[in-house]
């Protein structure tokens, strides 16, 4: 009778931990044809999915994007620059919310507070007692640093050439009159216009437009690109991978002003999509969501010097 009563009181203990500990858990609703964001205070630096079979995930800088087909539910874990570890139940629904503004007050724990105990408990004030031990080892920090130093002016210098001939180029099709408006989307009186695509030997340039024909800002919460299946399967795992423009000329205009029209042009490594993928780009604003797919087999894709 003593073994029935405790393997019953063990029983109901498991279970409510076992609801407390998801209850914990921060629920974010994914669905298939739609993307969620996650947007951190902070930058991310790590992020793992259970599932990774009928769920995708991507991120940059602080911004997470999720989707995922109808399975059951699945864990994530974010740990972003700040060292705040964040753990998630991701679930489907046909209704998702698609945007969350992610507060550290929702991390479990702090690993950087851990790491500071960690070394406030090895610290030993000795150590600092022997000055010649001290000098000699802030004598080959400095040597190191003069180093490093010298490197990473070089290396700085070749990105900043760089990046300073993919903006003058980027700039140059930006002020190049568009003739033709490639593709087009519509969410009421905010429209997006794909207006120019040009390929150099190493890179490729997207340029697009957002129209406001209505009186209410459009403040553009991200900007997706990405290349999909043309045809999903359906018995079988989500094909897709987000593209990550290497700059957006104009790209921190974030608001459309009423009746006004914001160009820009996203740049990105040498690209080229096969016969059954097709590019895609999304530009996300709570409530007004917008949508191109980006048929590069049949479109003319201009040639531009760098």
């Known amino acids: 009778m003593q073994y029935i009563i405790l393997l019953l009181f063990t029983i109901v203990t498991s279970n409510s931990i076992y609801t407390q500990t998801n209850s914990q858990l921060n629920t974010i ?6 993307t969620t964001h996650l947007i951190f205070p902070t930058n991310i630096t790590y992020v793992d999915l259970g599932n990774s079979e009928y769920f995708i995930t991507d991120y940059t800088d602080n911004i997470l994007r999720i989707k995922g087909r109808q399975h059951q539910p699945t864990n994530l874990t974010v740990i972003t620059q700040d060292q705040f570890y964040y753990s998630f139940l ?16 929702q991390s479990l724990k702090n690993l950087d507070n851990h790491q500071m105990t960690l070394k406030s408990h090895n610290h030993t004030p000795n150590s600092f007692q022997k000055g010649n031990y001290s000098h000699k080892v802030k004598m080959v920090k400095s040597e190191r640093l003069v180093a490093n130093n010298r490197n990473n002016d070089f290396k700085n210098s070749t990105v900043i050439s760089s990046n300073d001939r993919i903006s003058a180029t980027a700039q140059q099709l930006l002020d190049k009159k568009s003739m ?38 459009y403040d553009v919460s991200y900007t997706e690109f990405g290349v999909r299946e043309k045809q999903r399967p359906k018995r079988t795992a989500i094909n897709e991978s ?4 290497l700059m957006i000329l104009n790209g921190d205009r974030k608001r459309v002003l009423p009746y006004r029209i914001n160009r820009y042009v996203a740049v990105f490594e040498k690209l080229a999509v096969p016969r059954d ?24 894709v201009e040639a531009v010097r760098e």
Not at 193 to 207: A, D, E, M, R
Not at 278 to 295: D, K, Q, T, W
Request: a neutral charge; hydrophobic letters at 35%; one cysteine or more.
């Open 29 to 34: 609703e994914i669905t298939e044809d739609q």
């Open 90 to 105: 991701v679930k489907y629904s046909t209704q998702p919310q698609l945007n969350y503004f992610i507060e550290t007050a």
């Open 180 to 217: 033709y408006h490639l593709l087009t989307d519509k969410h009421g009186d905010i429209k997006l216009k794909v207006t120019g695509i040009y390929h150099s030997l190493q890179h490729c340039y997207i340029k697009y437009e957002i129209q406001n024909n209505g009186a209410i800002p």
């Open 242 to 245: 987000i593209l990550t423009p």
């Open 277 to 300: 993928r097709i590019c895609y780009m999304e530009v996300i604003e709570a409530g007004r969501n917008l949508h191109l797919n980006i048929p590069f087999q049949r479109i003319k």
